[in-house]
């Protein structure tokens, strides 16, 4: 058979083919050479000489196609509501089954004839507003389509939809339905693939004829479902009926709507079973919160996630129960080691709600967030206003008790998880600043005395806090570190040292040392006492002193005595005891070599003791029995004698000087070492602000210190007015910089005057001005007027 | 007051045979002493970076180079950090305190 274009009889070969198509179109059976051969004739009709018979054949198929929806329609309307479904569905499986076949036989005519004059995506794109979509020819597979949707589905849209409807319905009620899930299914899937081929808009007709009365239908059943169901059930069945419910509805919408669909449907359950009773819900939230009922809340969580600002109730309530449980584990703390209570029930309350909200509430950032912000409140806590806050000082005291060395037998790990729980609290802490003081306190002590479990362990708790506030909050106490680790070297080079030199240079003492470097040790001044070396220990400080300024240059050593310890073999009495003790004790035990009785006055003397630390020291004495009076007072004339009966148990052991009146004096003085550091901190603040700003509103200039200081505590407002305002007449008098206060059109603006300015216009115009005088306000009023025109900036 | 006891009961008798040597009644075994060193300077502060001496310099700090921030003397006795009187030097060779002319005493170290 030829391709060329030939004259070809029209009424003739579309005799054959309309046979074909009407087989095509009704599924029915065709012979595979009958099939081939009308491809050849779709062409020919096409190509025909000398007119192509392309719009003919066109216009013929389409209205044999009409007629053929047109004897369906009639057929399909004939049916009962029952049957209606199921007659509609067989005919549209069997007509879009037939139009696809069909679209392919005409895919010569398609694609030569009709695609160019179709118009392009560019212009259903950007030019589709004048063109008039129905003179347009369409391929045969969508003109069939189209013309079931007119033909059928417009003329039976309101019947099919009532019985789609109907349907649904059935299946939500669990009632018999008439027309099977696939049919529905297949129905509803029609209005969508009826229009397969359109480039755009696909969804349109299912979504403005069916999908609309289906929400509404849904709606107004949910409604009714709602209100029947909150009749007869409280608000913790009721969400378990809602939770059911949406999950059946989700799986009704999979199983019988297009996907776009799925999400609309859900959300008119939501819509209209929670969101439209969330007083009802919210008003149960705070008893459930506070029973802890966990299967309620988190169900509330299910329903109301998506609920916009759903969840804000529930959220503040767990807060506020959070906080409530965690203030009633700390108030009332009674007892031994208040520190380890303390922390440990507040992690108990913290583990607690930390696994609530993974459980209940998937890790929800607004609970997580919640928590946190209880915690903040519990850990900052305060009775009142007037006292502080004692939480850092307790976390720290938790963290030294960990620490020491101890009988309580807990192993390296258990320790480092203990301290690692620890820094969960320590995060909440407003104050850092008062807890590094407390800890380096106390980590000096440690240190010091030898009393560190383990340093692993001390710098691994170390390296936490760095981790947690960055490399300068630890750097004083990395310093302490580097000065045990140096002292250890220079008593190993010390020990060297005496070797090379002999026997002359023996001690005759096991000696130690730790030199310290001064400004990094948190010691306190107080304990400072001048006092005489005893005889015994002269040579050693002597000999280390030639040591290590032979190692060292341009350094001086001061001995600090009232953190030295010795031990002391003593044979007075029956047994030897080897004890430890401090050296002023030492020296007060020696002097009873000679003699068995003193006087404290000649005790005081000889050892040059002020009278608190004499007292202090003594008293610890005469508790240990190693020496005794007969009065119970200690005068300058009392007589103090040796103990010979003395006996004791244990042979080696320490006598130490009573720590709970200290640990009340320390943490006074720790509080005043803080609020002089926040003074220094927050007027460094200042100044770095101002410069960085030139000029701001007194507010602004408060915000900043306020959140450039949080990490370290939380700054009192007063405290910061303060600071600004001696800002200009004391802290930064030595610096370059001067601030000054101006009123203009009512802001109270800040800025920083440059001291060259003040200092220029004062020594050549004026002779000495003081500083807080009228003229310099002047000045600086000019300066700031000049400061303003030049940033002219809109902000002020 | 509290006596703080603690370990090893049994050498008490090894101790009382030892005592039957005519001995002293008081033995010093052993001493851990304490003690804190600080640059032998007559002024606290760095007169030109007026950070304490005994800190480092501001330019150490923030290079974190703390260790090894020295102070220097010169001849007429004043002190600062060294790293902060190179620079100084390089501008002007007087000390900034008494304006005589500059000459190295000693090196902290």
Redesign the interface.
Known sequence: MSLKPRAVNFEEVWGDLVETVQQVVTMGSIKRSVWNTRFSDVYSLCVAFPEPLAERLYTETKKLLENHVRQLYFEVEEQSEENLLAEYHRFWIQFSKGTQYLNHLYSYLNSQHIQKQKFSDADLTYGSMQMDMSEQLLEIGELGLEIWQREMIRPLQKRLVGVLLMGIQQDRTATATDAPTSTIRGVIHSFVDVNMYKKKSTLQLYESIFEGALLRETGSFYRKEASALLQDCNVSQYMECVIARLAEEELRATKFLPPSSHQRVVKEVQDRMVADHLATVHAETGSMVSAERTRDLSNMYTLLRPVPNGLTVLVHHVKDHIKQQGLQAVTSLKGDNIPAQFVESLLEVHKKYRTMIMDVFHNDQQFVGALDKAFESVVNHRGNTKVVCRSPELLARYCDTLLKKSTKGLNESEVDDKLGHSITIFKYIDDKDVFQKFYARMLAKRLIQQQSQSMDSEEAMINKLKQACGYEYTSKLHRMFTDMSVSSDLNQKFNEFLKSKGKTHELGINFSINVLQAGAWPLGQTSITPFAVPQELEKSVQTFETFYHSHFSGRKLTWLHHLCQGELKVSHSKRTYLITMSTFQMAMLLMFEKVDSLTCNELQTHTHLNDEQFNKFLQSLLDSKLLMTDGEELRGETVVRLNTDYSNKRTKFKISVAPQREQQHEAEQTHSAVEEDRKLYLQAAIVRIMKARKLLKHTMLIQEVISQSRARFAPQIPMIKKCIEQGSVVGLQDEEWASVAYQAEKIHLFALIPLSLDYALSSTQFSVIPRESKTCAQLATVFVKNLISSTQSTSF | ?????????G??EN??S??QKP??????????????????VECDTCAIC?V?V??ACLRCQGE?K??DC??I?GECNHSFHNCCMSLWVKQNNRCPLCQQEWSVQ????
């Open positions: 007051m509290s006596n703080d006891v603690e370990i090893q009961e050498e008490a101790n009382t030892d005592s001995e002293k009644m008081f033995t010093l075994k052993k001493w851990n002493a304490v003690a804190m060193w600080s640059w032998d007026r304490q005994m800190d974190n703390q260790d020295v102070v003397w000693r090196v902290g170290k």
